[in-house]
C-alpha cells in the first residue's frame, strides 16, 4: 500500500506539470552561461613613411659651410710640412637610387708644402703652393631595427679631379698620399654626420606611433546608419627601403583587423597597446579582409514568432499527434538557441499519460545555408530538463522526428537583403577621405558569410568582404 500510494503520488504530479498547472516560459539564467564570438580575420595596409632627402640636403648644406678645415702650420700634426685649407666648392647633393643613398660633396683643396730635403749634397728648402679639387662620395644603405630605428652607415670614396704635377728637384708630390689621411678625416666627419642627422629628422618611431594611434581610433563611415570604420592595428612589419631621386619611401605596414560596426560607435582600442617591435622581411599585400556582420536581433525572431503564432496559436499536425503552440520565444543559451513553447497537445490514439499541456525547452544550433542566405536551426533536440519530463509522460513527443522537423522550418531569416548592404557599405568603407589625414582606395569584390554565433542580443553571422585595399596618410 505504501508503495502504491508514492507511485500514484508520482503520477499525479507528472500529470500536474502538463496538465493543471499552466508555468510561464522561463529565460535561462545569463550569469551562468557563456558567449564567445570568432577570430576577427587580419589585413595588411600599407603605411608608407617617405623622407625628402632635399630637406636633408638643406640641413647638410646648414651645417657644413665655407671653410671645413684649415692647418697654419707647417710643423703641427707631426711636423707634416704642410698648410691646408679645405672648403666646399659647390653645395653638396643627396640622391638615392634602389635601396641606397648617395651624397657628393665637391671640395677646394688649397695650401702650400714645404720641401725640407738635401739632395745630392743641396739642401733644398722650399715651399709649393697648390689648388686642387676632389670630391667625397658617400654611399649608404639605410636599415630599420626592431625598435624602429633607423640606421646609416655610410661607405666613402675620394675622387680627385684637375690633380696638379709638381716636382721639386727629383721628388715629385703625390696629393692623393700626400692628403689622404686629413681627406679621410674629413669624409669621417661628413659620414657620421650624415649617419646621425638624416635618422634624426625621419624620427620613423615617432611617425609609425603617430600612425598607429591615429588609426585606432574609429572612423565615422555613415552618419545616416550610424556606421563607422574601426582599424585595429596588430602587428607592424617592414618591406625593403626603397631610393628614388630625392625620396626615401620606408614601406611599413600594419596587419590589422578592419571591420564595419553599425548602429553604435565602437570603443577605441586601448592606449596601453603601443607600438610593437618591427618585423623585417614581409611583403604585405593591398587585399583586404573587411570583418562585416549580419544578424538577426533575438527582438526580431520573437516578434516573427509572436506573429506566426498570432492569437490563436499555431497548429503542428501529423498522422499521430495534434499541437496547438499556444506561445514561443527565443532566448541566446551560449552556442545554442534556446526555444520555449507552450503547449496543448494531444496524440490521436488514446492513452494514459499522452497528452501534454505545458511548457517545453529545445536547443538548437544556427547554421548559415550560403544557397538560400538564411540563418538556420538545425538539429533541434529537447533539453536535458526537459528530456526527463518528457520521458516520464510524453515520450510520444520525445521521439517526434516530425515535430522537430516542423519547428525546424520556422525559424529561418533571411539575410539577403543584408549582405547585399553590407557590400554596399564595404564599397563606401574602402573609398572614403576621413577628415585631413587618411585617404581608403579599394573595392570588395566578394562577401564571404563565414561562422554563425550567438550573442546576448542576436544571432550573428560573421561576414568577410575580401578584395583590395590602399591607403594614404597625410601630413605625417
Do not use: H
Not at 56 to 82: A, H, I, P, R, T
Not at 339 to 359: E, F, Q, R
Request: aromatic share 8%; glycine share 6%; net charge positive.
Amino acid at each position: 500500500m505504501k508503495f502504491s500510494s508514492l507511485f500514484m503520488i508520482s503520477i499525479a504530479s507528472i500529470l500536474a506539470w502538463f496538465g493543471c498547472k499552466t508555468p510561464q516560459i522561463e529565460a535561462p539564467d545569463q550569469s551562468k552561461i557563456t558567449y564567445s564570438a570568432p577570430p576577427r580575420l587580419v589585413s595588411g595596409i600599407a603605411a608608407p613613411v617617405r623622407v625628402n632627402l632635399k630637406e636633408v640636403g638643406q640641413s647638410l648644406n646648414s651645417k657644413f659651410k665655407g671653410m671645413l678645415f684649415q692647418d697654419l702650420s707647417f710643423d703641427d700634426n707631426g711636423k707634416d710640412q704642410l698648410k691646408l685649407n679645405i672648403s666646399k666648392r659647390n653645395d653638396f647633393q643627396i640622391s638615392g637610387s634602389g635601396n641606397s643613398i648617395s651624397i657628393t660633396a665637391p671640395l677646394q683643396i688649397s695650401g702650400v708644402y714645404r720641401l725640407q730635403q738635401r739632395i745630392l749634397g743641396i739642401d733644398i728648402n722650399k715651399e709649393q703652393p697648390f689648388n686642387l679639387s676632389a670630391t667625397i662620395i658617400l654611399n649608404s644603405i639605410p636599415s630599420v631595427d626592431q625598435s624602429w630605428n633607423l640606421n646609416l652607415k655610410s661607405k666613402t670614396q675620394v675622387r680627385w679631379e684637375d690633380l696638379p704635377t709638381l716636382e721639386i728637384g727629383n721628388f715629385k708630390l703625390d696629393f692623393p698620399s700626400l692628403f689622404a689621411s686629413i681627406i679621410q678625416n674629413q669624409s669621417d666627419k661628413i659620414s657620421q654626420f650624415i649617419d646621425k642627422e638624416i635618422p634624426k629628422q625621419v624620427n620613423l618611431r615617432a611617425q609609425a606611433q603617430k600612425n598607429w594611434d591615429y588609426l585606432k581610433a574609429p572612423l565615422l563611415l555613415d552618419e545616416k546608419t550610424n556606421s563607422w570604420l574601426k582599424i585595429s592595428p596588430r602587428q607592424a612589419y617592414l618591406s625593403p627601403i626603397q631610393v628614388s631621386d630625392s625620396m626615401l619611401s620606408i614601406q611599413t605596414g600594419l596587419s590589422s583587423v578592419i571591420e564595419v560596426v553599425s548602429g553604435k560607435k565602437p570603443d577605441s582600442e586601448s592606449p596601453t597597446v603601443s607600438l610593437p617591435e618591427l618585423k623585417t622581411g614581409n611583403n604585405l599585400k593591398e587585399e583586404v579582409n573587411l570583418n562585416l556582420m549580419a544578424e538577426v536581433p533575438f527582438s526580431q525572431i520573437n516578434e516573427q514568432l509572436k506573429n506566426k503564432i498570432g492569437a490563436s496559436g499555431y497548429m503542428l499536425e501529423s498522422s499521430d499527434y495534434k499541437i496547438i503552440i499556444r506561445e514561443a520565444q527565443a532566448f541566446p543559451y551560449g552556442e545554442k538557441l534556446l526555444l520555449g513553447l507552450k503547449l496543448d497537445g494531444k496524440v490521436k490514439k488514446s492513452g494514459l499519460g499522452k497528452n501534454i499541456n505545458g511548457v517545453v525547452y529545445l536547443e538548437g544550433k544556427p547554421v548559415f545555408n550560403s544557397s538560400t542566405k538564411e540563418i538556420e536551426v538545425q538539429a533541434f533536440d529537447f533539453n536535458l530538463k526537459t528530456r526527463d519530463l518528457l520521458v516520464k509522460s510524453a515520450s510520444w513527443l520525445l521521439n517526434s522526428k516530425s515535430f522537430k522537423s516542423n519547428l525546424e522550418q520556422q525559424m529561418r531569416f533571411n539575410l539577403s537583403k543584408q549582405l547585399d548592404d553590407a557590400k554596399l557599405l564595404a564599397n563606401q568603407a574602402l573609398n572614403k577621405s576621413y577628415g585631413q589625414n587618411l585617404v581608403l582606395n579599394g573595392s570588395v569584390e566578394r562577401i564571404e558569410p563565414g561562422t554563425v554565433f550567438i550573442t546576448p542580443d542576436a544571432v550573428k553571422v560573421q561576414v568577410t568582404g575580401r578584395g583590395k585595399i590602399g591607403i594614404l596618410l597625410r601630413n605625417f
